[in-house]
T-cell receptor, first 113, second 113 residues
Framework: DAGITQSPRHKVTETGTPVTLRCHQTENHRYMYWYRQDPGHGLRLIHY???????DKGEVSDGYSVSRSKTEDFLLTLESATSSQTSVYFC????????????FGQGTRLTVV | SQKIEQNSEALNIQEGKTATLTCNYT??????LQWYRQDPGRGPVFLLL?????KEKRKERLKVTFDTTLKQSLFHITASQPADSATYLC????????????FGPGTRLSVLP
């Protein structure tokens, strides 16, 4: 998994509560991404980062915020969780200097009840 | 509207045959097209990429073709094995630098012994 750790791996939370997912990489790569994966939709980009404090929105960013205060950590926050945010969340990195492919973490399964 | 589709949700083939998966897209101009493998409960794993000016790429038993006129990529696994059973995702790399991938919904391949 290219030195990518996601935590937690599983979480159940209640509607309306804030939730933070963490992605940690050991290689100090510049580009990091958060995706969600839902049946029939494939992977959809939520937010990405191209460096410390440099982030941008993806296709499905509403209801999510991110922060990157250190190169190795990229945090995804659901400000007030809703049932529609029940999904599997994947963090990814890309190593631009070596090629455009992405390397993914193992995912976090989030259930909002 | 922009769309990326994979030919079927599921594909069953006999061991030893060639599996052919299709990825079609509309209203995108990708710099690269990538293929990933995803096993249940795991993150996607990069397999192959092909550039917009390439027609074909091979890696061991895998072959990818890319037709930018038809806006289609074909992914072939020759001499398929039960261990090839997984979901295969195609991804368009729109900027050529990994900043924005768009993923297809995936095809679940089952290779029957």
């Amino acid at each position: 998994d290219a030195g990518i750790t996601q935590s937690p791996r599983h979480k159940v939370t209640e509607t309306g509560t804030p939730v933070t997912l963490r992605c940690h990489q050991t290689e100090n790569h510049r580009y990091m991404y958060w995706y969600r994966q839902d049946p029939g939709h494939g992977l959809r980009l939520i937010h990405y980062s191209y460096g410390v404090k440099d982030t941008d929105k993806g296709e499905v960013s509403d209801g999510y915020s991110v922060s990157r205060s250190k190169t190795e950590d990229f945090l995804l926050t659901l400000e007030s969780a809703t049932s529609s945010q029940t999904s599997v969340y994947f963090c990814a990195i890309s190593v631009r200097e070596m090629g455009p492919e992405a390397f993914f973490g193992q995912g976090t399964r989030l259930t909002v009840v | 509207s922009q769309k990326i589709e994979q030919n079927s949700e599921a594909l069953n083939i006999q061991e030893g045959k060639t599996a052919t998966l299709t990825c079609n897209y509309t209203n995108y101009s990708p710099a690269y097209l990538q293929w990933y493998r995803q096993d249940p409960g795991r993150g996607p794993v990069f397999l192959l990429l092909i550039r917009e000016n390439e027609k074909e790429k091979r890696k061991e038993r895998l072959k990818v073709t890319f037709d930018t006129t038809l806006k289609q990529s074909l992914f072939h696994i020759t001499a398929s094995q039960p261990a090839d059973s997984a979901t295969y995702l195609c991804a368009l790399d729109l900027i050529g630098g990994g900043q924005n991938f768009v993923f297809g919904p995936g095809t679940r391949l089952s290779v029957l012994p």
